[in-house]
């Protein structure tokens, strides 16, 4: 077995879609990013490339590179899991949580569970994704950004 965390950041930005665990959810800000800004999936992805050794997305996806621009984290997310799998190992389930003062996430939360179990090719029972404030303190309370984190444990393939 194998574990891994990842832990991301992003700044609030006018004019930008929010997307977050691969879901629109509709708001007056969006995320600045070099890629679509998807924060969730960005600890995601780090989470399982530091289970397996991988260094971090800012490695595998550099921000000086136009490729990424606009970049579809489902799209890393998934090339992160490829890596995983090619040294043989599977999710065996991930937790995670989205720091947020705003918008609320309950309602997108289950779409959320369901999209990552099929990008990760895994079941929603092992998909975890939970939501909290900083009670209106700090840059996530004022509403500047939201912050991710997560953890995941990969199992060896049977295979
Ligand atoms: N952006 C958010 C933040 C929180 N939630 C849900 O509200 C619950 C209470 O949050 P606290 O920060 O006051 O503990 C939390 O457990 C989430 O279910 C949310 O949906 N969206
Ligand atoms: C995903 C990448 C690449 O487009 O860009 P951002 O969207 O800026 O995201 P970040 O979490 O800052 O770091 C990884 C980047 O290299």
Redesign the pocket.
Known sequence: MRIGQGF?V?QFEQGRPLIIGGVDIPHSMGLA???D?DVLL?AISDALLGAVGEGD??KH???TDPK?KD?DSKK?LQHCYGLVKAKGFTLGNLDATIICQKPKMAPYISTMNATIACLLESEVVNINIKATTTEALGFVGREEGIAAQAVVLLKKDDN
């Open positions: 991301d992003h990013g070099h890629s800004a960005h997305i800012g996806f550099p921000d990424y970049a890393l």
